[in-house]
């Protein structure tokens, strides 16, 4: 099938067999069908919110079962992920449109070593954006000694940390006790936050906050600088 007939199959659909289809794309990996799906719904006036959680997430939810069931493997969850950010890279910068005018402060981002899962950071960092941060992103796999140095090269108000598994979420602790120990945990809110963690975790692991979703934590962020109107 040619890729004009897959746009005209897909333009042809209701919102609701749009959507089920775009989750089906994102399972498949295709990256391309995901993108106009997006593009679709956006010409019929979807919130770009609604089409993350509804399309996007919701779909990489379906695909997270089947990894975990052994029915779908390491190279097909990747080229799921990869569909993913296409469709997020249509809605980045909506999301990420911010109506203030004035910074709301840095926020330091990055996900934890041994950890290579970067979609929720990055939905995390957008929905900062869109709020007013500006957002400092470190990618994945970050040792302490890459948070130490964005701290010291950009002054953050906030430092987040992103961890998928329970096996890197304890790096954590690590990296916030490295700030204790240097005396910077005091000056520097630091908000954990991931898929296995929870509210205990993070009082655990002595984290400022919680952020339990990316809309979320960008209101979160906001209270800790007390800047949530
Ligand atoms: Co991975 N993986 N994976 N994986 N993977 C999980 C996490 C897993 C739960 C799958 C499963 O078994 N059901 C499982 C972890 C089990 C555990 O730890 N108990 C798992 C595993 C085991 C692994 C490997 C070990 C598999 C292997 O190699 N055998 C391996 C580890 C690699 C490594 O990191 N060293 C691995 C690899 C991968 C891929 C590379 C294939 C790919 C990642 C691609 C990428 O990110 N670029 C991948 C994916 C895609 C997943 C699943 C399917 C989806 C994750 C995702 O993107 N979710 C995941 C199953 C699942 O979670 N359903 C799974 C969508 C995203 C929007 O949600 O990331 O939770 P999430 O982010 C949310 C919130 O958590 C929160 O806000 C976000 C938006 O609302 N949030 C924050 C996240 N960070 C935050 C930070 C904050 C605040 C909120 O403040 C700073």
């Not at 989750?23 to 089409?51: H, T």
Request: aromatic share 4%.
């Amino acid at each position: 099938m040619s890729d004009d007939e897959e746009e005209i199959i897909l333009r042809d659909l209701n919102d609701e067999d749009l959507i089920a289809q775009m989750q089906d794309d994102l399972y498949d990996g295709l990256r391309d069908e995901v993108y106009e799906g997006v593009e679709i719904l956006l010409e019929r006036k979807w919130d770009a919110n609604v089409i993350l959680s509804d399309a996007l997430v919701e779909g990489m939810r379906i695909v997270g079962i089947d990894f975990r069931d052994g029915i779908l493997f390491v190279p097909e969850v990747l080229q799921c992920a990869n569909a993913m950010k296409g469709g997020m890279g249509l809605l980045r910068p909506i999301l990420a449109a911010s109506d203030n005018a004035a910074s709301m402060g840095k926020y330091v981002i990055g996900t934890v070593k041994g950890d290579i899962h970067d979609i929720g950071k990055n939905l995390v960092g957008m929905m900062l954006e869109g709020a007013g941060f500006e957002v400092i992103d470190l990618g994945i796999n970050n040792p302490v000694e890459n948070y130490l140095e964005a701290i010291d090269k950009h002054k953050p108000d906030i430092l987040g940390m992103s961890a998928l598994l329970t096996t890197t979420m304890p790096y954590m602790g690590v990296v916030i006790e490295e700030l204790d120990k240097r005396g910077i945990l005091k000056e520097l809110p630091v908000m954990v936050g991931g898929a296995p963690l929870n509210q205990e975790f993070a009082d655990a692991v002595n984290a400022h906050s919680y952020g339990r979703d990316a809309a979320m934590s960008a209101e979160l962020a906001k209270t800790i600088l007390g800047k949530n109107r």
